[in-house]
């Protein structure tokens, strides 16, 4: 009763297809795709500024020596 076989899965996808339109679901995969680029480019510049910290740090320390 609990395994979900390739009918259930069909009756599913056509039950999204009617409620969001066949327009609408490549529009919807589009402005997931920019979320996702959205937040991998905040995860470099996150990455960035943490190496810019470190070596700023490591700087001050050699200045105080």
Known sequence: MGN??????????LVVLLFFGR????????DVAK???SFKSG?????TAETD???VEH???????
Do not use: Y
Not at 59 to 65: G, L, N, R
């Open 23 to 30: 327009g609408k679901i490549p529009q919807l995969m589009g």
């Open 53 to 55: 910290a470190k070596t």
């Open 43 to 47: 995860m470099k510049e996150e990455e």
């Open 4 to 13: 979900i076989g390739p009918l259930q899965i069909v009756i599913i996808l």
């Open 35 to 37: 979320g996702i680029k």
């Open 59 to 65: 700087q001050s320390e050699k200045d105080k020596a």
